[in-house]
């Protein structure tokens, strides 16, 4: 069964450098999002993208942060300088692109800024 | 925009009994409600899901149900068994088609105790 897949699995680097976290989403799905769980708290929304563009984006999602499908299997989300409190995993999730349809979810990036 | 509210945060049954797990949502205009399951370390994987056209769903042993009067939906696990000791977390579409970020709820660490 094919799966979402996000490259690197852990990540740690200086506050104020630049991180892009990858994400190759099902092959068929037209839909993708990028979530972050900061640890032991709930999955937040951060953007969803559609036909190369942003759909929606929630309020953590300032300009710090930007998406691409570079190709037509990548997914990125790069945070431009990061700071401290980015330290979370990175969930990328993809669906078909029916209305209501699941979210299939990546393994995540476990990002650390020290 | 969208709040999700999910307790108990921590639940704890005796192996063989019954887990329920209930949520609130607060937008009226949210229509699709999964559930999704997350063991320590791993990516949160779709146990069930209800639509708001419908008040029940089944699924072997998991079972959810809808109240869109009341905006609450509660999952229902039954026979419970060790494997299914994880976090459990509800979640809410934020808007009608297109593509939709979910909000999910905070969670509720299921115990089970042999």
């Known amino acids: 069964e094919p799966e979402v897949t996000q490259t690197p699995s852990h990540q740690v680097t200086q506050m104020g450098q630049e991180v892009i976290l990858r994400c190759v989403p099902i092959s068929n799905h037209l839909y993708f999002y990028w979530y972050r769980q900061i640890l032991g708290q709930k999955v937040e929304f951060l953007v969803s993208?559609?036909?190369?563009?942003?759909?929606?984006k929630s309020e953590i999602f300032d300009d710090q942060f930007s998406v691409e499908r570079p190709d037509g299997s990548n997914f990125t989300l790069k945070i431009r300088s990061t700071k401290l409190e980015d330290s979370a995993m990175y969930f990328c999730a993809s669906r078909r692109g029916l209305t209501r349809e699941t979210q299939y979810f990546g393994p995540g990036t476990r990002l650390l800024v020290l | 925009g969208e709040n999700v509210e999910q307790h108990p945060s921590t639940l704890s049954v005796q192996e063989g009994d019954s887990a329920v797990i209930k949520c609130t949502y607060s937008d009226s205009a949210s229509n699709y409600f999964p559930w999704y399951k997350q063991e320590l370390g791993k990516r949160p994987q779709l146990i069930i899901d209800?639509?708001?056209?419908?008040g029940e769903k089944k699924d072997q042993r998991i079972a959810v149900t809808l109240n869109k009067t009341a905006k609450h939906f509660s999952l229902h696990i039954t026979e419970t068994q060790p494997e299914d000791s994880a976090v459990y977390f509800c979640?809410?579409?934020?808007?009608?088609?297109?593509?939709?970020?979910?909000?999910f709820g905070k969670g509720t660490h299921l115990i089970i105790q042999p």
């Open positions: 979640a809410a579409s934020i808007k009608e088609g297109g593509a939709d970020g979910l909000t």
């Open positions: 209800i639509r708001s056209n419908v």
């Open positions: 993208f559609y036909n190369n563009e942003i759909s929606e």
